[in-house]
């Protein structure tokens, strides 16, 4: 066993209102600047839809990820040895423009400086690329709440597997359902943006495993941008540079939440410590789809646990950063309640950004008298959601509904839970009942109720302190295998010291 600590997030999109505060926030703060302007490192899309960079899911076209080979190794999809050098003129698996956006602004002469007349006068758009006048097409949320139509949601990838009724319904205008999909770097275990770079540019850190780019060592190779299944790795055009979120580590190591979790208004983002055993990353990888969920939680370790504890203390991880591990909020939706999941864990990265699924608005009000006749009435059963389990199964749990269902379950019952406590109108034989069903005991309940409503700004943000001379310490037996950098033809130690 060989304890590794993670900072790792949980997003809760039952509570997301889709404000973009935080993609703001980060726009202001890191990519305000000539080269990053296409840049969201942070982005909120919504779902069902074709997201940023448009259909970002559809690895037939991107190749983005890992697959598993009939000889039992990982491979990248996008590039290997042989076709690192062509790729350089024309990787076929790159996004384009067209995919993203042309950035634009407005040219604001045109307002002041025109002349007297009957018709108000008004900014024109011009591209931030070239200088011209531009006609815009597309932008970095454009499908925001659909704008109104069926035709962004007909071609989400996660349609894959569900009926013509539910495709149908799920764009119809009349039935018409979403909800928001906040998306940042995973900082995944095993990142294949980290395993295709040529030049070692990208690297996790020792100390909180942290994928970052070494702006020296990067060559313009654009390898990365292809790997990233998630498409969160960008290339400056003006600096010849790759770019990506870096997780606000200089706010972290003074203690403050990153600057997209600081300034979420809906509360819905969580950060904290995860100890993990980087023994097993290759063994999980290599899972099958159907078994990849509970393999990756499997990896995550107890803190409270003395064995863990102590190979912790011997390899370097500090009693500090133990205790954070023991408070982690993120510990506890993954792996207590388990009602955290991975988004497309297929894509085999092994993403420490976990989500909470969200439940379906309520199709119907049902009357007062109904209600106490037959109270399991009040909310709509989960497999009877405008949001079919196949669709949040594709996004969360590989295709598969168990997870997916799990959580959903459990969320109802909470749900039935406070409502027996607070309004009355849920007699508690039925409540308890739920509860037994979704394995939820009323403690349970009580303490997801709390941390998702009651919670305060320290019961969110569980930041270990970072210190460099305890990345120094765990450095000092380097990886000896490839564990931390993928299983690509790319492969050495962890480097960030």
């Not at 993670?6 to 935080?22: A, E, P, R, W, Y």
């Not at 069926?150 to 359902?177: F, K, M, W």
């Not at 203690?255 to 100890?275: D, E």
């Not at 799990?406 to 009942?433: F, I, M």
Request: proline share 7%; net charge negative.
């Amino acid at each position: 066993m060989q304890v590794r600590s993670q900072v790792s997030m949980v997003f809760h999109l039952d509570k997301c209102i889709g404000c973009h505060t935080c993609s703001i926030a980060c726009k202001n703060i890191w990519t305000d600047r000539k080269g990053a302007e296409y840049m969201w490192w942070n982005n909120v899309e919504t779902k069902p839809g074709t997201g940023f960079p448009t259909k970002w899911e559809d690895q037939e076209k991107y190749k983005g990820g890992f697959e598993l080979a009939e000889n039992g190794k990982l491979n990248i999809k996008s590039t290997s040895k042989t076709k690192i050098v062509p790729n350089i003129f024309h990787n076929p698996h790159m996004p384009t423009m067209d995919d993203y956006y042309e950035p634009w602004t407005y040219d604001y002469q045109n307002l002041f400086n025109a002349p007297e007349g009957s018709v108000q006068p008004t900014a024109k758009p011009i591209s931030m690329i070239d200088g011209k006048d531009i006609d815009i097409q597309a932008g970095p949320n454009w499908d925001d709440d659909l704008s109104g139509s069926p035709i962004y949601a007909e071609n989400d990838a996660n349609l894959e597997g569900l009926t013509e009724r539910q495709r149908h319904e799920l764009s119809a205008i009349e039935r018409l359902v979403f909800f928001y999909f906040p998306r940042i770097c995973n900082h995944c275990l095993n990142p294949c943006c980290v395993a295709s770079c040529p030049s070692g540019a990208l690297y996790k850190r020792g100390e909180d495993g942290i994928v970052l780019i070494d702006q020296k060592r990067c060559r313009a190779w654009r390898s990365c941008v292809a790997a990233c299944p998630y498409k969160k790795t960008y290339f400056n055009w003006f600096t010849g540079k790759s770019e990506k979120c870096i997780l606000c580590f200089p706010r972290l190591e003074t203690g403050q939440a990153p600057a997209c979790f600081h300034s979420c208004v809906g509360r819905i983002r969580y950060l904290g410590v995860l100890l993990y055993d980087a023994d097993r990353l290759e063994e999980v990888a290599k899972l099958p789809d159907e078994e990849l969920v509970e393999g990756h939680r499997s990896m995550i370790l107890d803190p409270f646990d003395p064995q863990v504890i102590a190979e912790a203390r011997k390899n370097g991880i500090s009693e500090a950063v133990l205790e954070a591990a023991q408070n982690s909020p993120v510990y506890k939706f993954v792996k207590v309640w388990k009602i955290a999941l991975p988004p497309h864990i297929e894509y085999r990265t092994l993403p420490m950004l976990f989500y909470v699924p969200p439940m379906s608005p309520v199709q119907a009000s049902k009357p007062e008298d109904t209600i106490k006749h037959n109270s399991d009435n009040l909310f709509h059963d989960i497999n009877d959601s405008r949001v079919p389990m196949k669709f949040l199964a594709n996004l969360f749990g590989a295709g598969h509904e168990g997870g997916v269902r799990y959580a959903l379950a459990k969320q109802k019952a909470v749900r039935w839970h406070r409502r027996a406590e607070t309004v009355g109108d849920v007699d508690r034989e039925t409540a308890d009942r739920i509860l037994r069903e979704a394995n939820c005991s009323r403690e349970e309940a009580d303490a997801i109720y709390e941390l998702t409503t009651l919670c305060k700004f320290e019961d969110r943000f569980v930041i270990p302190p970072m210190h460099r001379e305890q990345a120094i310490e765990m450095m000092k037996d380097p990886y000896e295998h490839k564990t931390e950098v993928g299983f690509g033809f790319v492969s050495g130690p962890a480097r960030g010291l």
